[in-house]
């Protein structure tokens, strides 16, 4: 079964969580976003449903321009797909933040670069740094265990529309093959029976009759 997908259109950020939180704080720090909007698209595929979710950051200058990033991989709920978009945010502005200096409270948040699966630390020369470095590299190694076991739920995802594919295929071949041998079945019952009261019919021709002109 072809996918096919349902807009859903731009919400407010509602029901924050705790990436959306540390987002809208980390804006305020920067200074130059509006509200984020975002916007998601549910994925039907077979028997299987899952959201994807895209959200969006407009600048406040002169000229209007718009960052958008989306959710990595699918979710099997509108709630995480959205806790996801804005896990995703914050990890990229965090890597932004990186080279720009940011003084904020994240300098030592996981951040991930573009194109990149894996979350990076930035050192810190903070008085309390092997503190913050400590709290940071479990926070990191948490993040990319997460990513990874996303990775591993994207695969088992396919295998299973997969399997549900040649299960469907098998199902409708199985399913002809039974309406091809009953319809043989029901033709050579027809036949068989026409033929026994073609067997049972007497011969009554009247000797006086001339037989019909060819």
């Known amino acids: 079964m072809e996918n096919s997908v349902v807009a859903i259109g731009r919400l407010a950020m509602e029901n924050p969580n705790g990436y959306a939180q540390q987002l ?3 804006l305020q720090q920067l200074g130059f ?3 984020p909007v975002y916007r998601g698209e549910q994925v039907v595929q077979g028997f299987q449903k899952s959201w994807k ?4 950051f407009h600048f406040q200058g002169d000229g209007e321009e718009v960052i958008a990033f989306q959710t990595r991989h699918p979710r099997t709920t509108l ?10 945010a914050l990890l990229r502005f965090c890597g ?5 200096g940011v003084a904020n409270n ?6 991930r670069k573009e194109g990149d699966n894996w979350c990076h630390l930035h050192p810190t020369e903070w008085p309390e740094g092997s503190r913050f470095t400590l709290l940071s590299e479990l926070a990191c190694t948490t993040e990319n265990v997460y990513e990874q076991v996303l990775k591993e739920l ?13 299960y469907q ?25 026409k033929a026994r009261l073609l067997r049972k019919l007497p011969l009554e021709v009247d000797p006086l009759t001339p037989p019909p002109s060819p």
Do not use: W
């Open 79 to 88: 709630e995480s797909a959205i806790q996801d978009v804005f896990r995703e």
């Open 169 to 193: 295929h098998l199902t409708l071949a199985h399913t002809t093959t039974l309406l091809l041998e009953a319809s043989r079945r029901a033709r050579r019952m027809k036949y068989k029976k």
């Open 24 to 26: 809208n704080h980390l």
């Open 53 to 56: 979710v895209i959200i969006f």
């Open 33 to 35: 976003f509006k509200e």
């Open 154 to 166: 994207d695969e088992l995802r396919d295998r299973y529309a997969d399997l549900e594919a040649r």
């Open 106 to 111: 994240f300098g030592l948040h996981p951040y």
């Open 96 to 100: 932004v933040c990186v080279p720009l």
